[in-house]
């Protein structure tokens, strides 16, 4: 799986869009971009993932670069709920048995 | 809510002892995985099983083991435990051995003094 760089740590006001961005330059044709995050206390949760066109959900939209080499998950109106470490995970969709997680990025939505 | 259950919530234990933790996939789901997340750091994987057998490790000794239960639900088992294995412990189900729609339980907060 390839590798992913991310901000340790990011400020978002509530009601802003937040943009978290996620550097994966050694990324493969057939590998896709997973997001996850986790909130104080609970287990990873699913947010979306993609290839290479924009996906849009309930939960998030993720843009990533033509080159592929980069992606931004973006919550269009955080709120303070969405406080949580966000991590980009790097993939060949149907295969492996592990998640790779890294640090993440650690997002406070403040008032 | 996920759906998948982790018991206990939390758990001490000494240097030296064992520690059993449990785990309940997802209605439907058959393979479990588990990770071990410590404090400021994301999770790492331990091992999945699927159809009753560890399908795959990570990097960890065999102090840790496990179990899958033909009603799918899986143990963890700590042996010899050590100040390092205090950690959060992530259960993981999805289907059919794949791991595209992983969903987490809440973990088990595992302390060792």
């Known amino acids: 799986d390839a590798k992913t760089t991310q901000p340790p740590s990011m400020d978002c006001a509530e009601g802003r869009a937040a943009n978290l961005p996620c550097n994966h330059s050694t990324i493969s044709g057939n590998e896709y971009v997973y997001w996850y995050r986790q909130i104080h206390s609970q287990g990873p949760q699913y947010i979306i993932h993609?290839?290479?066109n924009n996906e849009t959900n309930e939960m998030a939209s993720l843009i990533i670069t033509e080159d592929r080499k980069s992606s931004t998950l973006i919550l269009p109106h955080a709120t303070l709920r969405d406080t949580a470490v966000y991590y980009c995970i790097v993939r060949v969709a149907g295969s492996g048995y592990a998640l790779n997680f890294g640090k993440g990025t650690s997002l406070l939505v403040t008032p | 809510d996920a759906g998948v259950t982790q018991s206990p919530t939390h758990l001490i234990k000494t240097r030296g002892q064992q520690v059993t933790l449990r785990c309940s996939p997802k209605?439907?789901?058959?393979?479990v995985s588990w990770y071990q997340q410590a404090l400021g750091q994301g999770p790492q994987f331990i091992f999945q099983y699927y159809e009753e057998e560890e399908r795959q490790r990570g990097n960890f000794p065999d102090r840790f083991s496990g179990h899958q239960f033909p009603n799918y639900s899986s143990e963890l088992n700590v042996n010899a435990l050590l100040l390092g294995d205090s950690a959060l412990y992530l259960c993981?189900?999805?289907?059919?051995?794949?791991?595209?729609?992983?969903?987490f339980g809440p973990g088990t907060r595992l302390t060792v003094t």
């Open positions: 993981a189900s999805s289907l059919d051995g794949t791991i595209d729609e992983q969903y």
């Open positions: 993609g290839l290479k």
């Open positions: 209605s439907g789901h058959d393979t």
